[in-house]
């Protein structure tokens, strides 16, 4: 009987390592099976970019998605990256740090304590990774979102739905082009961010055509569109950080009664790109004639002056980013009809 005992106290305690080691396996990638589920026509920039920009996130995940994270290791092989491409590959670590924190109590406080060993300038690239990996783990069910939530920093918790909007875009838009309505799942704090990933992903599924992302975007019921322009101006300025003056010349194209929604989703991209790597932002702008650079400070600076001064608004905590997004747009406003024009916000 005692032998019994032992053996089947052995066979739990093998089991117990073992379960934790397949479960991790399950979310290792294939890095070229997933890539030729895309089409890179010829002579395009899209067909250039996005293959790289999709290998950096992957390898992201993949890199951490062990038994034994060893930050050091990682750090140094995540450094490795081109600068340009290094956040993509940041972001792709809070897909894998979402599956490795899923199996410890609470697991907001276990993928926050990842990211800020890792390194913490990378912010917002970690929630929209851990948005992927909620999107896969859950779909459109809001309890089980909610459950992380309930142990994440409310101020950045909901930039998870960014990553579930994009990876719908993404995965799902073309065979299914209302998928968007299953964002009616979630509060609308959620719902909102959700739209704004979505934008950001069909500038992807667009092949870097403003005009096609545009007219998906016009698809869209019309309270979808502001939070969903936003999206694609933060795709632009961020995947095409290095040709900030097409930016700038884009905003001129979009709809303007959605132009403050873009000109704000710029101006998040561009506040990522600073926060993540300030000297390869200053490496960036040097390119640019001095009034593309100036412009792209201001933004950078209004984000942050809009931070300050929600902060002073108050309301739930809970509802901090798309508080923060709508403080932008605010100040967006109140600059450009200094002239009676959107001139100055929008350079």
């Known amino acids: 009987m005692i032998t019994t005992l032992v053996t089947g106290l052995t066979l739990a305690a093998i089991l117990a390592i073992i379960a934790p080691l397949l479960y991790l396996r399950l979310f290792q990638v294939n890095i070229p099976r997933m890539t030729r589920r895309f089409h890179f026509p010829e002579d395009l920039l899209y067909s250039t970019r996005f293959p790289i920009i999709l290998r950096a996130f992957l390898s992201g995940n993949n890199r951490v998605i062990k038994p034994f994270l060893r930050v050091q290791k990682v750090r140094a092989s995540l450094e490795s990256e081109d600068p340009f491409y290094k956040g993509f590959a940041y972001e792709g670590t809070g897909m894998g740090f979402g599956a490795k924190a899923s199996l410890w109590p609470g697991r907001g406080r276990r993928f926050e304590r990842y990211i800020r060993e890792l390194d913490p300038l990378y912010l917002y690239q970690y929630y929209v990774g851990l948005g992927w990996w909620l999107h896969i783990r859950y779909r459109y069910r809001f309890a089980g979102y909610s459950r992380w939530m309930e142990t994440l920093d409310p101020r950045y918790a909901h930039i998870v739905f960014d990553g579930v909007g994009f990876r719908a875009a ?46 998906a975007i016009e698809q869209l019921p019309a309270s979808y569109r502001q939070d969903a322009y936003s999206g694609l101006g933060l795709a632009v300025a961020y995947s095409l950080f290095d040709r900030v003056p097409f930016g700038f010349e884009s905003q001129a194209r979009i709809p303007s009664a959605h132009r403050v929604s873009y000109c704000q989703g710029m101006a998040f991209g561009w506040e990522a790109r600073k926060l993540q790597n300030e000297g390869f932002w200053y490496e960036q702008l040097e390119s640019f004639t001095d009034r593309y650079a100036k412009c792209a400070e201001r933004y ?44 100055e916000a929008c350079c």
């Not at 964002?183 to 096609?212: H, I, K, T």
């Not at 931070?307 to 605010?330: F, G, I, N």
């Not at 109140?334 to 002239?339: F, K």
Request: glycine letters at 6%; hydrophobic letters at 35%.
């Open 170 to 215: 993404l995965f799902e838009s073309q065979e299914d082009p209302s998928v968007h309505l299953q964002f009616e799942n979630f509060p609308m704090d959620c719902r909102r961010v959700c739209l704004q990933g979505y934008g950001r992903g069909l500038w992807f599924v667009s092949q870097f055509n403003l005009e096609a992302a545009m007219a």
């Open 300 to 343: 950078v600076d209004w984000v942050r002056e809009a931070e300050v001064l929600m902060k002073h608004r108050a309301e739930d905590p809970d509802s901090y980013y798309t508080r923060w997004m709508d403080q932008m747009r605010m100040l967006l406003k109140q600059r450009g009809t200094q002239d009676g024009s959107e001139k």
